[in-house]
Nanobody, 118 residues
C-alpha cells in the first residue's frame, strides 16, 4: 500500500519559517519525481516545487528564493524548507509522487495546513 505522509505544517507569523516533510512508503522512492503542491481556500491546487529522481528542481515563481525542495532517498523523504513566509502562502500543502511511465501513480498525500498570520 502506497502512503505519502506529510508533517510539519502549522501556524507561523509573516517572515517566519517552516519545514515540511513527506515520508513515502510502498514505492521505489528513488525513481519518482517528488513534488509539493498547495491549495488555498476557493482556489485550485497549484505547483509549488518539484525535485526529479536526479535531483533537478523546479519552483513556482511566487516561491523562488524563499522555498527549497530537497530529497533524501535513504529515508524515502522529501522536504520543503519555507522561509520568509507570507500570508499568501497560507494553504493546504500536498506531497506528490509522479513516476516514470512504467511506474504506478501518481500518488498524493493527505495534506498539511500551513497558516501564515500575525
Amino acid at each position: 500500500q502506497v502512503q505519502l505522509v506529510e508533517s510539519g505544517g502549522g501556524l507561523v507569523q509573516p517572515g517566519g519559517s517552516l519545514r515540511l516533510s513527506c515520508a513515502a512508503s510502498g514505492i521505489i522512492f528513488s525513481i519518482y519525481r517528488m513534488g509539493w503542491y498547495r491549495q488555498a481556500p476557493g482556489k485550485q491546487r497549484v505547483l509549488v516545487a518539484t525535485v526529479t529522481s536526479g535531483g533537478s528542481t523546479n519552483y513556482a515563481e511566487s516561491v523562488k528564493g524563499r522555498f527549497t525542495i530537497s530529497r533524501d532517498n535513504a529515508k524515502n523523504t522529501v522536504y520543503l524548507q519555507m522561509n520568509s513566509l507570507k500570508p499568501e502562502d497560507t494553504a493546504v500543502y500536498y506531497c506528490n509522487a509522479d513516476g516514470p511511465p512504467i511506474a504506478p501513480g501518481p500518488y498524493w498525500g493527505q495534506g498539511t495546513q500551513v497558516t501564515v498570520s500575525s
